[in-house]
């Protein structure tokens, strides 16, 4: 029985917003681009905090900003050379990052207006991306479905589709979970994954999976994120000196058939801890290296200001025979179901 609150608001003219109580976590969400606008989590003291970095106000996300707290797809990450085959037909897709395609391109599903609603403990939100859009083949039918309880979000995603076509559907949420503008080297992470996906001097797969060990990769037992920041690692440098990288996840899995423990975040000071867990085959680790960009309170978010753990497909799958299949068939349904739990040590 969820015994929280879940109310409306007028977030703008365009658009309505949610917002979420549940007496352990507060959260704000709007239609536009089913953002992620708040989420405020008690530190070690019960002062709650925004763990979330954002825009200065709700109308600012009408604006370019740098895919703060979206959903993302149809296909998150970069598709090389804004295209990929497909039963021997060559798909061009809106080349938005030229000569590649980024998250969906110019008109993805975080600049797009979902329909939400509230449904029990979740609020919902739903979108019909039409044959054609971005260059992808078929009609995709999306629900994304944001679901409270005490300290933990679950985000659902599924989707259906009318003709073959790739589909990786992510959000792409930044935290710094201080809950003050900064950079996020003091927080401690650990991800549960054997191998990464290396990238090119334009962020593009090579099409390598490579094992971790005895790499700033490898971070299964832990580290602080300032100290693996530091490696010159030249995988490290081609990512603008941080991490923008896919970690492939292994592990054991927890808490049902194919629900698995991706990350955990810890920040000492605070006590906030962060707990990622996914059915998704890779998470993609953003340290928001180009990050500098206005933020709340009339600051501006620097280099490593936050990180992201985007749970997704392996990015340009379509494009590497030995990447797990990303294509989506009629008759099919897409899921993706990922937990960020919140506690306290």
């Known amino acids: 029985m969820f015994e929280g609150v879940i109310e409306t608001f007028n977030a703008h003219p365009r ?3 949610f917002r979420v109580d549940t007496g352990q976590l507060r959260a ?9 606008t708040r989420l405020e989590v008690p530190d070690r003291h019960g002062s709650f905090g925004n763990v ?10 009408l604006d370019f900003h740098p895919h703060f707290n979206c959903l993302v797809g149809r296909y998150a990450n970069r598709m090389t050379n804004a295209r990929f085959a497909l039963d021997g037909k060559v798909y061009a897709l809106d080349a938005n990052i030229p000569p590649h395609h980024l998250h969906g391109g110019r008109e993805g599903f975080g600049v797009r207006l979902w329909t939400g609603a509230i449904e029990g403990d979740a609020v919902t939100f739903r979108l019909v991306s039409p044959a054609g859009e971005g260059g992808y083949p078929g009609r995709l039918d999306v629900e994304a479905r ?14 259906s589709t009318d003709a073959p076509t790739p589909v990786s559907l992510t959000s792409h949420h930044y935290y710094n979970l201080s809950a003050v503008v900064g950079t996020v080297r003091d927080h401690e992470i650990a991800i549960d994954a054997d191998a990464f996906l290396p990238i090119s001097g334009q962020l593009t797969q090579l099409g390598e999976i490579r094992p971790v060990e005895g790499t700033p990769f490898d971070l299964r037992q832990g580290v602080v994120l300032g100290d693996a920041l530091a490696s010159p690692d030249a995988q490290m440098r081609l990512a603008d000196g941080g991490f923008d990288h896919t970690f492939v996840l292994a592990g054991s899995r927890v808490q049902g058939e194919r629900l698995r423990h991706a990350a955990r975040v810890r920040h000492p000071a605070s006590g906030r ?3 990622v867990s996914t059915d998704q085959p890779g998470v993609q680790l953003y340290t928001a290296n180009t990050l500098h960009q206005a933020g709340r309170h009339g600051g501006r978010y620097p280099q490593y200001g936050g990180l992201c753990l985007e749970t997704q497909q392996f990015p340009d799958a379509p494009n590497h025979a030995n990447y797990p299949n990303a294509i989506l068939q ?6 993706a179901h990922t937990e960020f739990a919140f506690s306290l040590s």
């Open 15 to 17: 658009f309505q917003g």
């Open 28 to 36: 704000e969400l709007i239609e536009l681009g089913g953002i992620v």
């Open 52 to 61: 979330l970095l954002g825009c200065p106000a709700i109308a600012d996300y």
């Open 146 to 159: 944001y679901r409270f309880d005490a300290a933990r979000v679950v985000l659902e995603i599924a989707a």
């Open 273 to 275: 801890t962060l707990r």
């Open 330 to 335: 009629p008759g099919e349904m897409f899921r």
